[in-house]
């Protein structure tokens, strides 16, 4: 019998960043990481099961409904992940995965986090196996996309939470809690030059690393109160403050990574000013150019419009907080994650 499970599952932005990992292939972070997950951002997965010993069908499918054959290390990477999954629960059966982006691929906005939760939970619901939102979180993890164990939940995630020894994110506030937009300034629209995979490898090559670490238990004890108490004011400079240093740390590794655009630096400084101007907006960067400016509802429309207005800036995308994956085969899923 095929059976097949599709789910949608959005993609997250960190505001304290995953950065440095004692083991890479399986995505063990040194520190803990706190995130929110997104709405309109997300990675659409259908995956069928074939005959055992099946080999495993990987397809991209376009804006139009076309479909073609993944290749190159994208489709390693995703069979590589089929493998594990395969071990983990001792199925024998190949999979048949299609997948496509609400977000263009090409728009350098971070698709692995999506991709791999997506794929999780639908190769796990296709198995017809249920192992709860914990154990999808580590199971995603294992794809060596550290952050795909935050997406497979709602609203506001910690991971790995004080304790945990299972490693997996744990959702710490509903989306409903507060509503935070994210507004993306997309200057790079390529595919960025070092992978976040080489940027954890060099982490710890920087002089900054270890002081990170020393600053780190603040910083995260700050976001939780700021989520707790829907403080903006409070968030923001501390959400600013991690990306900057993720960067200055990716700068100064051995090679050093420069992910920067010159637009990154206009849309730096144009926040500041609208801060200035009384809006309150903030910004965060993952491994590459772009910045996420992080807004309460009221400032979405202004700080889209003027950072669309910054040169270099080649589009700029609206998300906002959002309830975590969905089945599409059926509507069960719930806030807090797709279990
Ligand atoms: O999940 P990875 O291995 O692509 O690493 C994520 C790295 C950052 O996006 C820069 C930070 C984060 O926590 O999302």
């Known amino acids: 019998m095929r059976r097949a499970a599709t789910v949608e599952a959005p993609a997250n932005i960190a505001f304290i960043k995953y950065w440095g990992a004692t083991d890479l292939e399986r995505a063990v972070p040194v520190n803990p990481s706190i995130s929110m997950t997104l709405a309109r951002c997300v990675s659409r997965t259908t995956v069928t099961c074939l005959g055992a010993g099946e080999a495993d069908v990987v397809e991209i499918v376009a804006d139009d409904g076309s479909t073609m054959p993944a290749g190159g290390a994208f489709r390693s990477r995703i069979v590589a992940h089929l493998e594990r999954l395969r071990a983990e629960s001792a199925e ?13 691929a090409a728009a350098g906005m971070a698709s692995s986090a999506s991709g791999f939760a997506a794929l999780t939970i639908a190769t796990m619901r296709a198995l ?4 709860g939102v914990a154990e999808l979180s580590r199971l995603a993890r294992l794809s060596g996309s550290g952050s795909a164990a935050r997406s497979v939940l709602g609203g506001y995630v910690e991971w790995p939470t004080a304790g945990s020894e299972e490693l997996h994110a744990q959702q710490i506030a509903a989306a409903e809690h507060w509503t935070l937009c ?3 300034a997309l200057v790079q629209t390529g595919p960025k030059k070092v992978s976040s995979l080489d940027g954890h490898r060099r982490a710890a090559t920087s002089p900054h690393y270890a002081r990170r670490q020393e600053l780190l238990p603040q910083r995260l004890q700050r976001v939780r109160e700021a989520i707790e108490g829907r403080d903006l004011q409070l968030l923001g400079p501390v959400l600013e403050e991690d990306a900057i240093e993720l960067h200055l740390i990716a700068m100064s590794s051995q090679p050093a990574i420069f992910y920067w655009a010159p637009a ?7 926040l500041r000013q609208l801060r200035d101007e009384g809006v309150s907006a903030w910004a965060t960067m993952d491994a590459g150019a772009n910045v ?3 807004c309460g509802p009221e400032a979405e429309e202004a700080v889209a419009a003027a950072l669309a ?12 907080v959002g ?4 089945f599409l085969d059926d509507s069960s899923a719930a806030d807090g994650g797709a279990s």
């Open 182 to 184: 994210d507004v993306v």
């Open 292 to 294: 996420h400016a992080i």
């Open 92 to 104: 024998a059966c190949g999979f048949e995965v299609r997948t496509r982006n609400s977000f263009p």
């Open 323 to 326: 309830p975590g994956p969905r």
């Open 309 to 320: 207005a910054v040169e270099g800036v080649e589009a700029v995308v609206r998300d906002r």
């Open 128 to 131: 017809g196996h249920d192992p």
């Open 264 to 270: 990154t630096l206009r849309v730096l400084e144009r």
